[in-house]
Nanobody, 125 residues
Framework: QVQLVESGGGLVQPGGALRLSCTFS????????IGWFRQAPGKEREGVAS????????FYSRPVKGRFTISADNSKNTVYLDMNNLKPEDTAAYYC??????????????????WGPGTQVTVSS
């Protein structure tokens, strides 16, 4: 069972930046992809970004493309989400998750197996 813990959330003004971290441990540590997802109150959980382990290929949802960057440091068992030019609509609880087998739709929350407890991001002046 893989354990994941997110950190780095907080309150930031519009136009600001945050870096979220997702540290994972346990067994197995091999994963096909790690994804970042978010859920705002009253809304469904949506995919934000994902990274495929073997290839390093990254995927982004349309609302965050060009503003968010996902990266992985496997030596630290950590995946990052750098968020720039934050907007009030980015306010949500952010979660990381892993999947161990090939998935065609790596931004689809239902495809993922293990989840962290989440970290809150609030963008407000």
């Amino acid at each position: 069972q893989v354990q994941l813990v997110e950190s780095g959330g907080g309150l930031v003004q519009p136009g600001g930046a945050l870096r979220l971290s997702c540290t994972f441990s346990g067994s197995p540590l091999d994963y096909y992809a790690i994804g970042w997802f978010r859920q705002a109150p009253g809304k469904e959980r949506e995919g934000v970004a994902s990274i495929v382990d073997n290839t390093g290929e990254t995927f982004y949802s349309r609302p965050v493309k060009g503003r968010f960057t996902i990266s992985a440091d496997n030596s630290k068992n950590t995946v990052y989400l750098d968020m720039n030019n934050l907007k009030p609509e980015d306010t949500a609880a952010y979660y990381c998750a892993t999947v161990t087998t090939f998935k065609l739709h790596v931004l689809l929350a239902s495809e993922y197996e293990s989840w962290g407890p989440g970290t809150q991001v609030t963008v407000s002046s």
